[in-house]
C-alpha cells in the first residue's frame, strides 16, 4: 500500500473523504509519510486478520515496527487509522463512478458495466473487505458519512440510468439497481474464491452482461 498514503487535507474530494486528525507534531514530512505508511500498511494486514475490535495500538506497533512511545505523532488512535485506510481503499479517486460510466451513453450498457466492475474489483478489493469488517465498529459519525456518500453515489448513477432509459423522475426501481450495481461490484469479489480457477475476464463480462439485461428488463427496454 506505500506510495497510496496522501497527506492530511488531499485525499479525493473533501467532501468525500473522512475526516483525518490534523497531526502536526513531526515536520520532517518524508518521515511522517514513511511512518504512516508503516502504520497503515500494519494495521491493514491486522484488521482484516483479526478484525478491527480484536486488534489493539500495541498489535499495531509490534507489526508496523513504530515504537509505540512515538506512533501518537503519525495517528490521534485506532479509529484515525481507520479513515485514513478507507480515504486510501474506499475512497480513492483513480476508480470511476458508476454514474460517469452510465452517463457514456455511446457505449453498451454491458461494456459500461465490465469496465466498472473491473476497476472496482481490482483497485477496491481490501478496501470492500475493511468496509465489511469494520462499519460495525466505526465511530456514529463515520458510519453516517459512509452511509451519506453511498446514498449520493447510488441517487446519481439512478438519474444517469433514468435519462439512459428515458424514464420519468421519481422511478424508484432505478434506485434499486443502482444500489444492485454497487453491491455486485462491492461484495462478489469475496466470493472469488468458490471460484478461483475461472478466468477473472469471463466473469467480469458475465456479470456485466446479466446486470444489463436484468437492466433492460427491469425498466421495459429492449435495447441499452
Known amino acids: ?18 475526516s483525518q486528525a490534523d497531526i502536526r507534531v513531526v515536520q520532517n514530512e518524508e518521515l511522517k509519510q514513511t511512518r504512516r505508511e508503516q502504520i497503515c500498511d500494519a494495521a491493514l494486514e491486522l484488521f482484516l486478520e483479526k478484525g478491527f475490535a480484536s486488534t489493539t495500538i500495541r498489535d499495531i506497533c509490534a507489526r508496523s515496527g513504530v515504537n509505540q512511545a512515538s506512533i501518537y505523532d503519525y495517528i490521534a ?25 452510465l452517463a457514456q451513453t455511446d457505449r453498451r450498457l454491458g461494456d459500461v458495466l465490465a469496465e466498472y466492475f473491473r476497476e472496482t474489483w481490482e483497485k477496491k478489493g481490501k478496501g470492500a473487505l475493511l468496509v465489511y469488517r469494520s462499519v460495525p465498529h466505526m465511530q456514529k459519525d463515520d458510519r453516517k458519512a459512509m452511509r451519506e456518500r453511498e446514498s449520493k453515489l447510488i441517487e446519481d448513477a ?7 432509459f428515458g ?12 444500489n444492485l450495481l454497487v453491491y455486485l461490484a462491492t461484495f462478489a469479489p469475496m466470493r472469488s474464491w468458490l471460484q478461483q480457477d475461472l478466468p477473472r475476464e469471463e466473469m467480469i463480462k458475465t456479470a456485466a452482461d446479466a446486470a444489463a439485461a436484468m437492466i433492460r428488463q427491469a425498466v421495459g427496454a429492449s435495447e441499452d
Open 167 to 178: 424514464r420519468e423522475e421519481g422511478d424508484t426501481r432505478l434506485e434499486t439497481l443502482s
Open 158 to 164: 439512478s438519474e444517469e440510468l433514468r435519462k439512459r
Open 1 to 18: 500500500m506505500a506510495g497510496i498514503d496522501k497527506s492530511d487535507g488531499e485525499v479525493g474530494e473533501e467532501s468525500m473523504a473522512l
Open 77 to 101: 488512535n485506532k479509529n484515525d487509522i481507520l479513515r485514513r485506510l478507507l480515504n486510501q481503499l474506499w475512497f480513492r479517486d483513480d476508480v470511476q463512478t458508476l454514474s460517469s460510466l
